[in-house]
């Protein structure tokens, strides 16, 4: 059995947006140089800015609080209310902003079904003749796309896909929005540079809060004229800030020195679904780990999710429920190694101790 002491802080694989800025980074924040951003004044601001834009090759971007209001707002700025905008039913704008979106943007998202989770030129031709197009009807106009694919386990869409199911959309007169909030789990894992998503996407959003390990925010890029719009929602929605340049600094620290350590995260997400696929407990289902997540689906040993949450939960170890049976562990910069293998032999005893059937015996 690994070691963890009982008394020890818990192994938190909710989410990557658990981690806490370590010593550089708070070192960083603090002296970053701060003005007034609503009179664009905050230097270290308007740094950050600059450089997400010149790293998706955009003309602009736009600093906010959080994925969800990038989101958001690129919807906004992207539509006009009863406008219709396709994406995927596993993808965060679906499962967790269909109604934000239709209360804020006002438009109706038309989520479909794919069989691995990469929308493809088939699936927008589908979703397009599925209804129908008179001009009296609502048009989309907008595809949303997400990279890595969160409830997909970590799914990394090749640049090649993403290229072609954005140069369809955009041939059919829709513009098409990335939702990148792991976009840097994918570069590190492909080798693909920002740019290249830039260059085939009208607007990019990234979370700093997430795998790169910064407290907070998110960046939307895109051209010069949206993002200014965006900047005037972003206003609206009470999401402006004033001396956010120390947060500002969080997020240039966190793209200087934190994109090539997501690698360790892919390998610790790797190791933990070998061994628990390794434990072959009957009837869990491990899916592939192509980045930072792992899950695990536990449908046929019938002993629903949340049971197992809150029994790992007793050991120290702690996961989501995101359905009745499916488990998601994120691994990220504040777990190690050894944590990882702690965890793996946690869950595979907690679900012997359920009566899951043990494969190895
Ligand atoms: C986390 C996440 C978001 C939103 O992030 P918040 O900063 O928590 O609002 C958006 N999209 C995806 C795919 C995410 O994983």
Redesign the pocket.
């Known amino acids: 059995m690994v070691e963890h002491a009982s008394d020890a802080e818990p192994i938190d694989l909710r989410?990557d947006?658990v981690t806490s800025p370590d010593e550089d980074m708070l070192r960083a924040m603090l002296g970053a140089k701060v003005g007034d951003d609503g009179y664009g004044e905050d230097p270290t601001t308007n740094e950050l800015e600059e450089h997400c834009a010149d790293l998706f090759g955009l003309e602009a971007a736009l600093f906010l609080?959080?994925?969800?209001?990038?989101?958001q707002i690129a919807l906004r700025v992207h539509t006009r209310p009863g406008d219709e905008v396709i994406t995927e039913e596993t993808?965060?704008?679906n499962t967790?902003?269909s109604a934000p979106t239709a209360d804020l943007a006002g438009v109706s998202l038309n989520a479909v079904r794919t069989e691995d989770g990469v929308l493809r030129p088939e699936h927008i031709t589908a979703a397009v003749d599925g209804k129908t197009r008179d001009p009296r009807y609502s048009q989309p106009v907008l595809v949303g796309l997400?990279n890595?694919?969160?409830?997909r386990a970590g799914l990394v869409v090749g640049a090649d896909d993403l290229a072609a199911v954005s140069g369809f959309a955009r041939s059919r007169g829709m513009r098409v929005h990335l939702?990148?909030?792991?976009l840097f789990n994918a570069v590190v894992a492909t080798g693909t540079a920002p740019e290249r998503y830039g260059a085939v996407c009208d607007t990019v959003?990234i979370?700093f809060?997430?795998g790169l390990g910064a407290p907070f925010?998110?960046v939307l890029a895109g051209p010069a004229d949206l993002i200014g719009e965006a900047r005037y929602y972003r206003k609206s929605y009470g999401g402006a800030l004033h001396q956010c340049g120390h947060l500002a600094a969080a997020a240039l620290h966190a793209l200087r020195h934190n994109v090539d350590q997501l690698a360790d995260d892919h390998a610790n997400a790797a190791l933990l679904g070998g061994l628990l696929a390794d434990a072959r407990v009957a009837g869990v289902v491990v899916e592939d780990v192509p980045t930072n997540i792992v899950i695990i689906d536990v449908r046929a040993t019938g002993v629903v999710a949340s049971s197992v949450v809150a029994s790992i939960e007793a050991e120290g170890v702690r996961a989501l429920a995101i359905s009745p049976h499916r488990i998601r562990f994120v691994t990220h910069r504040n777990v190690t190694k050894r944590q990882v293998e702690y965890a793996a032999e946690v869950v595979a005893g907690v679900l012997v101790d359920l009566g899951v059937p043990d494969g190895r015996t």
């Open positions: 989410s947006t609080p959080t994925g969800t209001m990038s989101n993808y965060h704008l967790y902003e997400e890595t694919v969160n409830y939702d990148g909030a792991r959003s979370c809060a997430k925010g998110s």
